[in-house]
């Protein structure tokens, strides 16, 4: 696509449920990250995925967060047990994978809130 | 470490200059970064500075980079209200992949 989608664009959910986040790349781009932002806070990473290699998942905060890439493309971050403090913005991002001067390409944004 | 420190607010009058500032504390960043998020928006990269340069200009923008002193800022001259946004640095560290390290954004309020 011409751009980074991801769906929904906001999440409202109860704590305790469980949540999936998806991310649709720019097509031809083998790296995708997932970072979380929030209140008054900075980007947080979370995970990392370039192309066939084993993803950075240093950057998950607990084992009730997990995501996966299928065929290379689409990526879904799923949130087990909801809790208050999952409340942010979730952004990923698509690179060519070979970084430098173009950056990564950022979607808008899922905007969770867990009540 | 990868640290990457900015001020969280800066306000200035239409027509001045703005100057954001940025500190990090890993040496072997490869390329920083500027990026600009308006409000519900994803972020959009602005422009970016390989590490072995010490100023880049394109347009209103100039971005000057400190070495030594670990320091990154960005200035935009003839500031408009359509600059109002937060504005992040990020860097990219050599063997880091193509993971970048965000600051905290630093929110630019641009006043009549």
């Known amino acids: 696509g011409a751009g980074v989608s991801q769906s929904p664009s906001n999440k409202v959910t109860e704590k305790g449920k469980d949540v999936e986040l998806r991310c649709d790349p720019i097509?031809?781009?083998?790296?995708l990250y997932w970072y979380r932002q929030s209140l008054g806070q900075g980007l947080e990473f979370l995970i990392y995925?370039?192309?066939?290699?084993?993803?950075?998942k240093s950057g998950l905060p607990s084992d009730r967060f997990s995501a996966e890439r299928t065929g290379g493309s689409v990526s879904t971050l799923t949130i087990q047990r909801t809790q208050q403090e999952d409340s942010a913005v979730y952004l990923c991002?698509?690179?060519?994978?070979?970084?430098?001067?173009?950056?990564?390409?950022f979607g808008s944004g899922t905007r969770l809130t867990v009540v | 470490g990868e640290d990457v420190e900015q001020s969280l607010f800066l306000s200035v009058r239409e027509g001045d200059s703005s100057v954001i500032n940025c500190t990090y504390t890993?040496?072997?960043?490869?390329?920083l970064y500027w990026y600009k998020q308006e409000p519900g928006a994803g972020l959009q990269l602005l422009t970016y500075?390989?590490?072995?340069?010490d100023m880049k200009q394109d347009q209103r923008l100039t971005v000057l980079l400190n070495k030594k002193d670990k320091h990154l800022s960005l200035r935009i001259a003839d500031t408009q209200t359509g600059d109002s946004a937060i504005y992040f640095c990020?860097?990219?560290?050599?063997?880091?992949?193509?993971?970048?390290?965000f600051g905290t954004g630093t929110q630019l309020k641009v006043e009549l």
């Open positions: 995925f370039q192309g066939n290699s084993a993803p950075d």
């Open positions: 890993d040496s072997s960043s490869t390329y």
């Open positions: 097509s031809g781009h083998t790296a």
């Open positions: 500075i390989f590490s072995n340069m």
């Open positions: 990020a860097e990219s560290l050599t063997g880091g992949g193509n993971k970048l390290t």
């Open positions: 991002a698509s690179s060519t994978g070979s970084g430098g001067a173009r950056g990564y390409t």
